[in-house]
């Protein structure tokens, strides 16, 4: 990597926006080490309140007791994590779960630090349908839910939502919605509708939201490991359809991937996952899940930004993907 990204990596706000690695907080270290400014732990989805209280309970203590951490609420809180050398982190529900029916908990999880909750996790819930089934669109509830999210500030997010309901809760929402992780079907189109078309990438953008790149081998291609280039690639087409501010990092490092864990721990992982009804289809191939090569782990994040450059992207927008998109959408809800 040459000087030029290194340098720009280095002055640069980097946000990875989808973090389940981090179910296992040692793994910050990781992130710490690949540059990032702000991490977002999954603390929930498809657990009920009293499991979703401990995790957020567990990360706050993790935050408190560490001096290079700090709680992400406000836009400008990015500024200043970045001034003073630490790394912020923000708490993603990937599911409504923990909520359940009572609305009022939605006010519960954001005093506590929760900035993101996703609507469903692949198959149907009280709000909607998921990618994984067949899709009637958003329902009652999910509206409601909705309302609720843009009046706490909670930013809604349609990953792993299916098709109609994605569409519904785009039109619905008054605040910007995202994709948090997903990648354009054009590009590689997946049988579970995993990944997002190219309207529901325009209207992700037309919200004033974003999409964030992942990097899960099987939404990327059919390789066993991808390479960097393919991974740019989805990022171009992001850009290409939605636009330049639309595009932003949700890389989805997870506990299952190599070299986090190989062999029969890694096979147990993801067995969990199929057996389990949350994963099904080839875009959920049995493991290694081996991620972009030269970006396996966070550690190496450095040489995404030297990627971007190399494929023609100034630095200005390479600040845009690898940051600055997702602190103006936190602006836009959360204020600073």
């Not at 710490?32 to 400014?37: A, P, R, S």
């Not at 099904?280 to 049995?286: N, T």
Request: proline share 6%; aromatic share 8%.
């Amino acid at each position: 990597m040459n000087e030029q990204a290194a340098q720009l990596h280095k002055d640069s706000i980097i946000i990875d926006g989808t973090c389940p690695l981090l179910a296992k907080r040692k793994y910050v270290d990781w992130y710490i080490e690949g540059g990032c400014t702000v991490v977002t732990p999954t603390v929930g989805g498809f657990n009920p309140m009293d499991e979703t209280l401990s995790l957020i309970g567990k990360w706050l203590r993790f935050i408190r007791e560490r001096e290079d951490l700090v709680l992400i609420e406000r836009a400008g809180q990015v500024l200043k994590a970045k001034e003073e050398g630490k790394t912020g982190v923000i708490l993603h529900l990937q599911g409504p779960e923990a909520v359940a029916d009572d609305l009022d908990l939605i006010d519960v999880v954001k005093r506590l630090g929760v900035g993101i909750i996703q609507l469903t996790y692949n198959v149907e819930n009280r709000l909607g349908y998921g990618c994984q089934t067949p899709d009637k669109g958003l329902k009652p509830f999910g509206k409601a839910f909705i309302d609720r999210c843009n009046q706490a500030k909670v930013i809604v997010d349609c990953s792993h939502t299916g098709y109609r309901t994605t569409m519904d809760a785009i039109e619905y929402s008054d605040k910007p919605v995202i994709f948090s992780h997903a990648n354009p079907m054009a590009l590689w189109k997946t049988q579970s509708a995993r990944n997002v078309e190219d309207d529901q990438i325009r209207a992700v953008a037309e919200s004033g939201g974003l999409t964030g790149v992942t990097g899960f081998p099987g939404f990327i291609s059919g390789e066993e490991q991808p390479s960097l280039q393919r991974f740019i690639e989805h990022i171009d087409h992001f850009v290409e359809i939605g636009g330049i501010d639309h595009v932003a990092l949700g890389i989805d490092y997870y506990m299952g991937q190599w070299p986090v864990v190989e062999g029969e721990a890694a096979q147990a992982e993801w067995e969990s996952m199929v057996d389990g009804g949350h994963w099904k289809g080839p875009e959920y191939p049995p493991p290694p899940h081996r991620y972009p090569a030269g970006i396996e782990t966070p550690r190496t994040l450095p040489l995404l930004t030297a990627g971007l450059l190399d494929r023609g992207y100034s630095p200005e927008d390479v600040q845009k993907i690898m940051g600055l998109n997702l602190l103006r959408l936190y602006r836009d809800i959360w204020g600073d």
